[in-house]
């Protein structure tokens, strides 16, 4: 029995793998010295005497140009050990990190040790999920989770793809949803006269989604929202009807099942009713194909179908358990749904890249595929299984799929569901601080997600000098960021421009965004607010000092 405690000898792929964890310590630790090198350079701040003794939530940011550093010495020399240190410390030059307290740029937590560990040892192997004869079980594990998450939504067939992103995840919804309306799409190509739908408030990507598969962005229709962030049912109907009535077709309506800025989530079952009057009434024989875009609310089908007692039980704060009943019954019109995406690194507590394509069955391989061939069941069996038959890639990585099943595996329903709640939790607390500060408002109590979204009181005689509020709002973004990227320790947050309170295209600002991805004790969200008080008055009273200073910063639309 005593050899079960004597340290064994390390075979030979132990030692290659102990190789592989020595050799990225030692790059760790190389890229931590240089950002801790550039930090030393940086002068102390005054209202901010801890801003140097860590490191910030993002590595130290250098200025340059791109295509100056693309034209030029060529790398085709081999580089030496110390050249290729640093290399790799440029690799993450100005990256986020989501381990710092004052990560709050948005849905990037840090992933969890045991997700982490899972994807770096399918790397280590080049597991490729191509067909279960290169990938093994991993293709097996792959439909496990998306059976998993397919059981919480109600659907016990269901079956899925894992994929790099969001975006993909609609792209396989559209694509199916092509195929299905038009099957013959598969091999003459897609008829001229379909359209998709897609709420309001739905990401940006579907419009891109459906450029990339030949239906045209054009062809990517909103309908509008209402008050409380969903789809508006009369204008559905309303748009239903009028393509209907122009000879076109709708292939698929793309719901939001949450997103990052208010939360919006649709109403699943009063969407599903109004399609099938809409078909009814207009002897429509082909269903759209109903996606849910929940790479987001996803996380709150682990409450899914629970009772009231149970919600109580699960949910000690009011506040908190509000919103997610009330997401919970938005949800409740699953059944009537085809497909839904899912990004365990959102809000899984796994690296990137860990999405899933969930249909409610496996009808989505035959509609994914160039129309010369179907499944059945000789395909399940090991070594008949061809994923490559419907997925948009052949190499397809491994990682993200053993990643989403040790966290799932790991946490549980239950877990997941205390995750939730303990985000929800960072949410009232990042709230309470605001308020005890007195200095911002919070502008989106209404949300159903855990985002806090807040705006600043700056000097009426100051937006004046800056021409307007949102001038002067995105300055104060650029300054905040600049010491961010510098390798201050400061708070990272984000900015809304054209943010709509309370959903109301008539209520408009430019506001900024805060995104705790797990709890922390008050002293330190206390801290936190002050931190971005502190650099609000600094940057008010330094242009007060200068009247002649420029603020104008250009921003993006914010990610929804």
Known sequence: MLQHF???????????????????????????DRARAAQSGLPELDFAPAGLARLGPKYPARTFSWLEELAGESDDIPAEDAELFDEVARYFEGAIRPQSRHSLFNMV????????????????????SLMDVFGGE????????????GRWAGWPQAMGISCSGGKLTIMYAIKSALSRLEPGSLRTGLPGDTVILCSEGSHYCVEHAASLLGLGSDNCLRVPGNGSGRMCGKALLRILKQQHERGRRVAAIVCCGGTTINFNCEDTRQIGDIVDVFMRENNVKQRPWLHLDSVIGWLYLSLNQVGQEQLLQAVNDPRSRKRIAEVGRRLQGLDGFDSLGVDFHKDGLCPYA?????????????????????????????????????????SRSGQGTLAAWINLRRLGRAGY??????????????????????????????????????EAPFDPALI?????????????????????????????????????????????????????????????WDDTVALIAAQFDGFQARLHAQPGESVAVEFEKPIR
């Open 6 to 32: 004597v340290k064994q000898p390390l075979s030979a792929a132990s030692e290659s793998l102990q190789a592989v964890i020595d050799y990225a310590q030692d790059l760790d630790r190389h890229i931590q």
């Open 109 to 128: 937590p840090a992933p969890g040790r045991e997700a982490t560990a899972a994807a770096w040892l399918a790397t280590a192997y080049n597991i490729n």
């Open 138 to 149: 991993s293709l097996l594990i792959e439909q496990k989770v998306a059976r998993c998450i």
């Open 354 to 394: 860990s999405s899933f394509f969930v249909g409610r069955d496996r009808h989505f391989m035959d509609l994914l595929g160039d129309g010369h061939y179907h499944y059945d069941e000789t395909d399940f069996q090991p070594g008949k299984f061809r994923a490559y038959r419907y997925t948009f890639e052949n």
């Open 417 to 454: 569901a205390d995750y939730l709640v303990s985000l929800h939790q960072a949410r009232n607390s990042l709230v309470d601080a605001l308020e005890r500060h007195g200095l911002f408002r919070v502008l989106n109590p209404a949300s159903l997600g855990w985002e806090v979204v807040f």
């Open 464 to 524: 004046d000098r800056a021409g307007t509020h949102h001038d002067l709002a995105a300055g104060f973004m650029q300054a905040c960021w600049d010491r961010v990227n510098a390798g201050y320790d400061l708070p990272l947050f984000s900015i809304i421009p054209g943010y709509q309170i309370d959903n109301d295209p008539k209520s408009i600002t430019t506001a900024f965004l805060l995104y705790p991805m797990r709890q922390r004790e008050e002293s330190e």
